[in-house]
């Protein structure tokens, strides 16, 4: 409970609406009480004398008592749900926030499937143990203590046997809390697992198709739901066990009191109305203790839920300002980015991703890094943003560790755009302003036109078009026009692009290009680079190999002096210039598929593809293992 307990500050804003709550709950408490009270003075006083003028008043005060009760309820149910839905609401907005703090590490860590069961599942269940189980649990405690007060008062000796029935009540509760909590968490976790399995599918219902894997996804996922059924229905058999022993114990209490009593009026130590109010009193019990069970059960779902929530909200955001982060400007910015013997592993991973990593960017400059899939490039433009931070060494932006800068001004000063780039559900227009949300309508042309991505203004609705998930589908191409845009938008001092123009078509690439060169004049760059084309945007480039720099320089020295980089670059060879000897290797060209042979004895083969019409092939180089 301690989690929950934590989460007692939501409470706070709300805490006058409890208190109403509480109190119409503990007023309407007295006023059911009092009902059997007053048919006892009815039974005894004014029906035992035959006088019916006594009878109309008593009867109209209970009347009255129950219409205060009925009123009383309504009130509280009003209450309730705004207070609590309001609460639920201010969680879940403190938990999004956090989220957004964490870092990159901690999202590619966690299953998407379980955030979400924790943002809304079991936000529901804390939801629902404040407005009901908490209050109930309150109410019944009082209820309880109140009547047992009244019953010990009424006949000492029944009144301390119905107390005593408190104690199996308490042995039970406490086995169950215990066994439905772990219940609860079993089944929380593959709640989780299953949304994730859901989201999974969804997302790649193209892939799991195109290779029909449809079967094995649906066995897997059907395992998934038969465990978290098999949970739910052991969850609901414990509570359905516990309930019945809540139903015994106050039953066999009843029975033994009625027995008792009677034998006791019949002997005159107990007028028929103290019976009847005994009675009715002790019935008053049965609900609270009916209702043990659910609102443990309740309890122990809210206490899993938070549990799950404060593994989140206790995850310190990594990545955050320090206290003395300056935040320059544009204008102050000459952009000569350093790194200086950075490496950096992944969280988890013995290996470290990048080592010692010595590399200066000047302003204004190009920088590509070429290296083998897996050396460590999107990593290592991942440093620049911070959507990771350096493990070891720093990385310096004119001088400034880019730790001493304000995480919001440094994201304003890098423009990123992924290989894959992510589009929200929202307009074109807001997903391309999303780091500058005050970018005008020219910058906003400009960046479009810059990016080749001008289709975006013929879109059935322009600009407010909707796209991502629930919105128009685009091609990897648009997509990749519209975060290359999304990421020169306003100008920013250091451009970090990995692979930004793979999906284009050679025609698309080459205008991208050109316009790109443009920007890139004026802005520090560094930029991964797959293809011969996309390096010749750069003025030097970097060869990684395994996370190390092993060598700096243009295209042409590298391509002279470093066999590693020529044999990952080497210019698009076609059909008819490869030579005519020792082993085979497949080309297509855009006549069909042909063969050609390559030199004896070198590691590498190579395949191209030879599109029509422009002059910029793409090559995929194959590392094959030596003869
Ligand atoms: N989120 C992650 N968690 C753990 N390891 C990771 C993560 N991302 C990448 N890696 C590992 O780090 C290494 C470098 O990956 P990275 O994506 O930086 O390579 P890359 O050079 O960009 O490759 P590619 O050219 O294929 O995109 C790989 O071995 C990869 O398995």
Redesign the pocket.
């Given at each position: 409970m301690h989690n929950l307990w934590r989460l007692r500050g939501y409470l706070r804003p709300h805490a006058t609406e409890f208190c109403w709550l509480l109190v119409a709950g503990l007023t309407a408490t007295a006023a059911g009480l009092a009902v059997p009270l007053l048919v006892q003075r009815v039974v005894d006083g004014p029906l035992a004398r035959r006088e019916p003028a006594g009878l109309v008043q008593l009867g109209g005060l209970v009347l009255l008592l129950g219409l205060v009760e009925a009123v009383l309820i309504f009130v509280r149910r009003w209450t309730q749900t705004s207070s609590s839905v309001g609460m639920e609401a201010a969680i879940r907005a403190d938990l999004y926030a956090h989220l957004q703090r964490l870092p990159?590490?901690f999202h590619?860590?966690w299953q998407s499937g379980q955030l979400i069961a924790r943002a809304t599942g079991d936000l529901s269940m804390i939801r629902r143990f404040l407005s009901f189980g908490l209050l109930f649990l309150v109410l019944n405690l009082v209820t309880y203590l109140a009547v047992v007060v009244l019953l010990i008062r009424l006949h000492p000796p029944l009144g301390l046997l119905v107390a005593a029935s408190a104690v199996p009540l308490f042995l039970i509760s406490r086995r169950f809390a215990r066994a439905y909590h772990i219940a609860a968490r079993r089944m929380r976790e593959q709640q989780g697992d299953v949304a994730t399995l859901v989201e999974e599918t969804a997302q790649g219902i193209r892939t799991a198709r195109a290779f029909g894997r449809g079967p094995e996804l649906a066995a897997r996922f059907g395992a998934g739901a038969r465990a978290l059924h098999d949970t739910a229905v052991g969850k609901s058999r414990l509570l359905a066990r516990t309930s019945a022993l809540f139903d015994l114990v106050p039953n066999l209490t009843l029975g033994v009191v009625l027995v008792t009593g009677v034998a006791a009026a019949a002997r005159g130590t107990l007028t028929v109305g103290e019976l009847l109010a005994f009675v009715s009193l002790q019935l008053m019990l049965i609900w609270p203790v009916n209702s043990l069970g659910w609102i443990i059960a309740n309890g122990q779902e809210a206490a899993t839920a938070a549990d799950r929530i404060q593994e989140v909200l206790d995850t310190p955001p990594a990545i955050r300002d320090r206290p003395h982060a300056v935040a320059p400007t544009r204008g102050e910015v000459r952009g000569r980015l350093r790194f200086e013997r950075v490496g950096f592993g992944?969280?988890?991973?013995v290996?470290p991703?990048l080592r010692d990593v010595e590399l200066t960017v000047e302003p204004g400059e190009t920088l590509a890094l070429v290296?083998?899939?897996?050396?460590?490039?999107?990593?290592?433009?991942?440093l620049v943003p911070r959507l990771h931070e350096v493990g070891t060494g720093r990385i310096t932006l004119d001088g400034h560790d880019l730790r001493d800068l304000r995480l919001a001004a440094l994201r304003r000063l890098v423009g990123v755009a992924f290989?894959e780039p992510a589009l929200f559900s929202m307009s074109v227009w807001e997903n391309l302003t999303l780091g500058r949300p005050d970018a005008d309508e020219d910058e906003v042309r400009a960046a479009l036109t810059l990016a080749q991505a001008d289709f975006a203004y013929d879109l059935p609705w322009g600009l407010a078009t909707r796209v991502g998930e629930q919105g128009l589908s685009l091609s990897g191409g648009q997509r990749q026009r519209l975060a290359l845009a999304r990421s020169v938008l306003g100008r920013p001092a250091v451009l970090v692009l990995?692979?930004p123009l793979s999906a284009l078509d050679v025609h698309t690439e080459a205008l991208v290009e050109q316009a790109l060169r443009r920007v890139l004049r004026d802005t520090t760059a560094l930029l991964?680079a797959?293809r011969p084309s996309t390096v010749a945007l750069a003025d030097r480039v970097a060869l990684?190999d395994r996370?190390r720099i092993t060598a700096v320089g243009t295209h042409t020295e590298l391509l002279a002096t470093e066999p590693a980089y020529r044999a990952l670059l080497r210019p698009e060879p076609t059909a008819a210039a490869v030579p005519a000897a020792g082993p085979t290797t497949a080309a297509v060209t855009p006549d069909g598929p042909t063969t050609a042979a390559v030199p004896a004895g070198p590691t590498t083969t190579t395949a191209a593809v030879t599109p029509e019409g422009p002059t910029v092939a793409r090559t995929t180089t194959v590392t094959a293992a030596p003869p």
């Amino acid at each position: 409970m301690h989690n929950l307990w934590r989460l007692r500050g939501y409470l706070r804003p709300h805490a006058t609406e409890f208190c109403w709550l509480l109190v119409a709950g503990l007023t309407a408490t007295a006023a059911g009480l009092a009902v059997p009270l007053l048919v006892q003075r009815v039974v005894d006083g004014p029906l035992a004398r035959r006088e019916p003028a006594g009878l109309v008043q008593l009867g109209g005060l209970v009347l009255l008592l129950g219409l205060v009760e009925a009123v009383l309820i309504f009130v509280r149910r009003w209450t309730q749900t705004s207070s609590s839905v309001g609460m639920e609401a201010a969680i879940r907005a403190d938990l999004y926030a956090h989220l957004q703090r964490l870092p990159a590490s901690f999202h590619d860590r966690w299953q998407s499937g379980q955030l979400i069961a924790r943002a809304t599942g079991d936000l529901s269940m804390i939801r629902r143990f404040l407005s009901f189980g908490l209050l109930f649990l309150v109410l019944n405690l009082v209820t309880y203590l109140a009547v047992v007060v009244l019953l010990i008062r009424l006949h000492p000796p029944l009144g301390l046997l119905v107390a005593a029935s408190a104690v199996p009540l308490f042995l039970i509760s406490r086995r169950f809390a215990r066994a439905y909590h772990i219940a609860a968490r079993r089944m929380r976790e593959q709640q989780g697992d299953v949304a994730t399995l859901v989201e999974e599918t969804a997302q790649g219902i193209r892939t799991a198709r195109a290779f029909g894997r449809g079967p094995e996804l649906a066995a897997r996922f059907g395992a998934g739901a038969r465990a978290l059924h098999d949970t739910a229905v052991g969850k609901s058999r414990l509570l359905a066990r516990t309930s019945a022993l809540f139903d015994l114990v106050p039953n066999l209490t009843l029975g033994v009191v009625l027995v008792t009593g009677v034998a006791a009026a019949a002997r005159g130590t107990l007028t028929v109305g103290e019976l009847l109010a005994f009675v009715s009193l002790q019935l008053m019990l049965i609900w609270p203790v009916n209702s043990l069970g659910w609102i443990i059960a309740n309890g122990q779902e809210a206490a899993t839920a938070a549990d799950r929530i404060q593994e989140v909200l206790d995850t310190p955001p990594a990545i955050r300002d320090r206290p003395h982060a300056v935040a320059p400007t544009r204008g102050e910015v000459r952009g000569r980015l350093r790194f200086e013997r950075v490496g950096f592993g992944y969280p988890g991973s013995v290996t470290p991703v990048l080592r010692d990593v010595e590399l200066t960017v000047e302003p204004g400059e190009t920088l590509a890094l070429v290296g083998a899939t897996g050396s460590g490039k999107s990593t290592l433009l991942s440093l620049v943003p911070r959507l990771h931070e350096v493990g070891t060494g720093r990385i310096t932006l004119d001088g400034h560790d880019l730790r001493d800068l304000r995480l919001a001004a440094l994201r304003r000063l890098v423009g990123v755009a992924f290989e894959e780039p992510a589009l929200f559900s929202m307009s074109v227009w807001e997903n391309l302003t999303l780091g500058r949300p005050d970018a005008d309508e020219d910058e906003v042309r400009a960046a479009l036109t810059l990016a080749q991505a001008d289709f975006a203004y013929d879109l059935p609705w322009g600009l407010a078009t909707r796209v991502g998930e629930q919105g128009l589908s685009l091609s990897g191409g648009q997509r990749q026009r519209l975060a290359l845009a999304r990421s020169v938008l306003g100008r920013p001092a250091v451009l970090v692009l990995d692979d930004p123009l793979s999906a284009l078509d050679v025609h698309t690439e080459a205008l991208v290009e050109q316009a790109l060169r443009r920007v890139l004049r004026d802005t520090t760059a560094l930029l991964v680079a797959h293809r011969p084309s996309t390096v010749a945007l750069a003025d030097r480039v970097a060869l990684l190999d395994r996370g190390r720099i092993t060598a700096v320089g243009t295209h042409t020295e590298l391509l002279a002096t470093e066999p590693a980089y020529r044999a990952l670059l080497r210019p698009e060879p076609t059909a008819a210039a490869v030579p005519a000897a020792g082993p085979t290797t497949a080309a297509v060209t855009p006549d069909g598929p042909t063969t050609a042979a390559v030199p004896a004895g070198p590691t590498t083969t190579t395949a191209a593809v030879t599109p029509e019409g422009p002059t910029v092939a793409r090559t995929t180089t194959v590392t094959a293992a030596p003869p």
